[in-house]
């Protein structure tokens, strides 16, 4: 069977229109995906505006409340500062430190940064002496610092120092654990922003961290 | 019996044969055109859409994200508070509070018995020792310490390690070990 030319031809243009047709179609999948990344960046990014034009309304807040945030967990391991605030609450409690021992070199005077988005940890050994009741209120003060630490473990034993076991007192160990993170230095446009300020755990957070009790180097003298 | 007899030559009949399948291919063959003319055109038009749509959302997305730049210095500074009012709340979450423990322990420890030695080596454990004037004020001790408070646990175990009679004093020196329950070192 042979085909007339006419009939022949309007095959051939049929099957290249065809082919065409299949070559812009398999391009189909490729910009829908572009186009669903785009609507979810877009969204993003529009939620993003709206966030950042809420957060410029209440920037003076958002800056006093980093402020105290930072006094909570500073950017470097301020040790110097930690040592202060740890010898004044020993003072204010009625301990005396009689040590103060850092891990990992942790007291040299350079400060450190963490690692971007890590929260560090300075480890340190305190030994003190002080009563049952001192080392109570040492642990209440402490809770309710401004710098956060935590103690990890304690031990007391009664001190060998002083005449009589009320005099002596206890000879009192404490491991404890300071914190740090370092400042964001840059940020993308993509980088999601899930600060909000009106959330319950933010609003309880901020009250919690203002409600610590700032020790400052002329409270010591 | 009559029989039909074809009067038409047989090169005629082939012929008429020939063209009827030919007129029959043209309309296939124009019906396939009229097919890919029209899925290519619905092809070329929706991918054109998608084309049009792309470069609006290219461009709406590069317009959001001039704005964005534009108060990077501001989210700076929201960002880092993000990340450290996390920090602080998992920290706070996962605090232990042995400032509690002590006032638990101080609130127990009857008159005529008093703790000497305490190691706590973790949120979980605390090894005590101490001196009671007499074998019931270490009960009276002991079955405090198992009391509930509040309603809640403080010890979920507590194990009388030794117990001995200074015989010159007349005093009983005892070692606890004290299970913390678990969560009771939380606020």
Request: charged share 25%; no cysteine; net charge neutral.
């Amino acid at each position: 069977m042979r085909l007339s030319r006419t009939t022949g031809l309007i095959f051939l243009v049929g099957i290249a229109v065809l082919g065409l047709s299949v070559f812009q179609v398999l391009s189909i999948p490729t910009n829908q995906q572009k186009i669903k990344t785009l609507e979810d960046k877009l969204v993003v990014l529009r939620q993003k505006n709206e966030s950042l034009s809420d957060i410029l309304s209440e920037i003076k807040t958002i800056e006093s409340n980093l402020e105290v945030v930072q006094k909570a967990l500073p950017t470097t391991d301020e040790v110097p500062a930690l040592i202060m605030q740890i010898e004044q609450i020993a003072k204010t409690s009625g301990l005396t430190i009689q040590h103060l021992g850092f891990g990992e070199g942790k007291g040299a005077t350079t400060p450190k940064k963490s690692a971007t988005g890590e929260v560090a940890k300075v480890s340190l050994t305190t030994v003190a002496t002080g009563s049952y009741a001192s080392l109570q209120t040492f642990l209440k003060n402490l809770e309710n610092a401004s710098r956060v630490v935590n103690v990890t473990n304690f031990r007391f034993s009664p001190s060998s120092e002083g005449e009589g076991e009320e005099a002596r007192g206890l000879s009192i160990t404490l491991g404890m654990e300071a914190f740090y993170l370092a400042g964001i230095e840059s940020v993308t446009p993509e980088t999601p922003l899930n600060l909000d300020t009106t959330s319950r755990d933010y609003i309880d957070l901020i009250r919690r961290v203002k409600a610590l009790r700032v020790y400052r180097p002329e409270v010591l003298e | 019996m009559s029989e039909d007899i074809s009067l038409l030559p047989k090169e005629v009949e082939k012929k008429r044969e020939a063209e009827a399948r030919s007129r029959l291919l043209r309309r296939v063959s124009f019906v396939f055109l009229a097919f890919a003319i029209f899925f290519g055109l619905g092809v070329f038009v929706y991918s054109s859409a998608l084309k049009s749509q792309l470069s609006r959302l290219e461009k709406a997305v590069g317009g959001e994200k001039s704005k964005v730049s534009s108060l990077s210095g501001i989210e700076l500074k929201a960002q880092d508070l993000d990340a450290r009012v996390r920090a602080l709340q998992d920290i706070f979450a996962n605090r232990a509070y042995f400032s509690n423990l002590l006032a638990t322990l101080s609130r127990r420890v009857p008159p005529d018995v008093s703790l000497r030695e305490m190691t706590v080596p973790s949120e979980e454990l605390v090894s005590v020792s101490g001196v009671s004037r007499s074998y019931a004020s270490l009960a009276a001790f002991l079955l405090n310490l198992k009391e509930l408070d509040d309603e809640a646990k403080f010890f979920d175990t507590v194990e009388l390690r030794s117990v001995s009679l200074d015989q010159q004093t007349g005093e009983v020196n005892f070692d606890l070990n004290l299970k913390i329950a678990k969560g009771a070192l939380k606020q």
